[in-house]
């Protein structure tokens, strides 16, 4: 008998997964007047040592592998972990009161985790020492591997402009289908979402428009739509949900994050404790699992299901979850941010403390409403709390395939399964015996291995703006033909199969693998053959 040896591969993926992957970026909140949470721990600690003083733009990062923080900014200027203004970190034209809904938001760089963009995002009230008031949308980055570990801005980019005429909404979506996130801002007086793509590239020149929803319409500050107040992205990035300010409705899109493009508006009009005409609505969150949405309307915390994703169905799930006690010039109820501890946290204004929605994923009442859940008197909370940073860093979207044959015997062919144009490739076969072979620049190269083992394949793939090192390892055996001996197997010399309890079974035990098994009778005709 013929038997050729089994073939047999291990693949083992190792990616180059970033130390940016420790997901501890949003552990320290810095907001309102002197005002400071950390999560790090089970519980959160509130503090009043911040040297911030905000009504509601800010935002804050901490250092995505140990929690600590690294810097924080209300729009104007940007302080270091040690609440000091960094050397470039004042002058930023993120509006004259620090009053825009979400005025300040931190992504990093998805190839660079010493540096992250800060955006700013003028606000709409009149500036008396801008007669027009519309610095806009505008970033500056932020290296932390400046100014001795404590970080600086840097000049060249500072407060580089990317539009004007905008609303006070802002967001960032991370996206792994382009490696990176985009940004998205809504212009005021029309019904246009700009989204800006950022990845290895940077920042992209011209934003995605989309022409989708309400015109958001601003003639002079008060009682006009839309413009202040938030909006939010759901966990996964594929849908927008925000309430329209002075007006009885929220509306929902999907979004695109392979092509930022945002559609397919639904409009959710509800019945709240808002007081006509001031029908107010600020805040705006998703749950941590997507199916529910909580908005505020000053007064209030409400909650709608998403789960029946129509406009009746949800307008009909619309749920009073909290109306915290209106004190002396308090204003309860305006920004909800989710936490690292998977919880909501709304800013109850001109107070020391934050309410937190303890379960937020469940229905209704079930969401658990805790009043004074922390607590950092004497600072003070106002509107804002700080937008939330995404998580950085990128695995390595490339593999390395190969055929099927890995015999010694055979030329084992490689290729790149990526998304991406490819512009330069380096291959390293991890077979130094093989002389000037063991390396090749073709983009499918194939290798005959110079002996029997495990081999570490390496790939340096060179993309327009990154490049990515994929290793993967792969066992080579030989595959020789070889002769099995006679098997030393004895047949009776007859099978009787009568049930008289004499030769009625035969039965072939412990055969090599690959053994083909032929039994012929007296007659010549075969009877058996295995497969």
């Known amino acids: 008998m013929i038997k050729r040896n089994s073939l047999f591969i291990f693949l083992i993926f190792i990616l180059q997964i970033p130390s940016f992957l420790g997901q501890l970026q949003n552990n320290n909140w810095i907001f309102g007047y002197g005002a400071r949470v950390n999560f790090s721990g089970p519980i959160p600690v509130g503090s009043s040592n911040a040297a911030i003083n905000s009504n509601e733009s800010t935002a804050s990062v901490s250092d995505p592998s140990t929690g600590q923080l690294l810097f924080y900014t209300d729009g104007l200027k940007v302080w270091d972990a040690n609440n000091d203004v960094m050397p470039n970190g004042s002058n930023l034209l993120g509006g004259f009161y620090n009053s825009c809904t979400q005025g300040a938001l931190i992504v990093p760089f998805p190839e660079d985790e010493q ?32 100014n001795g570990g404590l970080g600086d ?13 905008l609303t006070e909404k802002l967001i960032v979506i991370r996206s792994t289908e382009i490696q990176g996130f ?3 801002a809504h212009k005021k007086n029309v019904n246009e979402f700009l989204a800006w793509k950022i990845d290895a590239c940077g920042i992209s020149e011209q934003p995605v428009i989309s022409a989708v929803g309400s015109f958001f319409l601003v003639a002079a500050f008060g009682a006009t739509e839309g413009w202040m107040g938030a909006m939010d992205a759901s966990p996964d990035g594929n849908r927008i949900g925000m309430p329209v300010d002075w007006s009885d409705r929220l509306e929902f899109f999907d979004f695109n994050k392979t092509t930022g493009v945002v559609s397919n508006p639904l409009t959710v009009n509800v019945v709240d404790d808002s007081n006509p005409p001031f ?13 529910k949405f909580y908005y505020t309307n000053i007064n209030s915390v409400y ?16 749920t009073l979850i909290y109306s915290p006690t209106l004190e002396p010039n308090n204003y309860p109820c305006l920004q909800i941010e989710q936490a690292p501890n998977n919880k909501l946290y709304i800013a109850i204004g001109n107070t020391g403390r934050l309410d937190e929605i303890s379960n937020p994923n469940s229905l209704g009442l079930g ?11 004497p600072a003070t909370c106002q509107l804002g709390l700080p937008t939330q940073v995404p998580l950085g860093g990128f695995a390595a979207n490339s593999t390395i395939t190969f055929s ?16 991406s144009p490819i512009n330069q490739i380096s291959w390293n076969f991890g077979d130094p015996i093989s002389g000037a072979i063991n ?22 793939v060179e993309f327009d703006c990154y490049t990515e090192t994929v290793t993967q390892n792969i066992t080579v055996v030989d595959c020789s033909d070889t002769i099995i001996p006679i098997l030393p197997f004895e047949f009776p010399n007859v099978i009787t199969t009568n049930g008289d309890g004499i030769n009625d079974l035969f039965e072939i035990q412990d055969l090599p693998t690959n053994t083909e098994v032929i039994i012929i009778n007296r007659w010549g005709n075969v009877v058996f053959l295995s497969d």
């Open 115 to 146: 540096r992250f963009y800060l955006f700013t995002l003028d606000e709409l009230e009149i500036d008396p020492n801008n007669p027009v008031p519309d610095d806009g949308l505008r970033y500056s980055v932020v290296d932390m591997s400046l």
């Open 153 to 165: 801005v840097q000049v060249t980019t500072m407060n580089t402009q990317l539009a004007t005429d």
């Open 182 to 184: 985009w940004v998205i």
């Open 279 to 291: 029908l107010r609505k600020y805040g705006a969150c998703f749950s941590p699992d997507g199916s």
């Open 303 to 318: 909650q709608l299901n998403l789960g029946n994703y129509t406009s009746a169905a949800i307008a009909s799930s619309n």
């Open 367 to 377: 969401c658990g409403y805790v009043s004074n859940a922390i607590s950092f008197s």
């Open 404 to 419: 099927s044959d890995s015999c010694l015997q055979s030329s084992i062919s490689f290729s790149i399964a990526t998304a």
């Open 439 to 460: 390396s090749s620049s073709s983009l499918n190269p194939s290798h005959l291995f110079s002996e029997t083992g495990t081999y570490q394949i390496t790939a340096t």
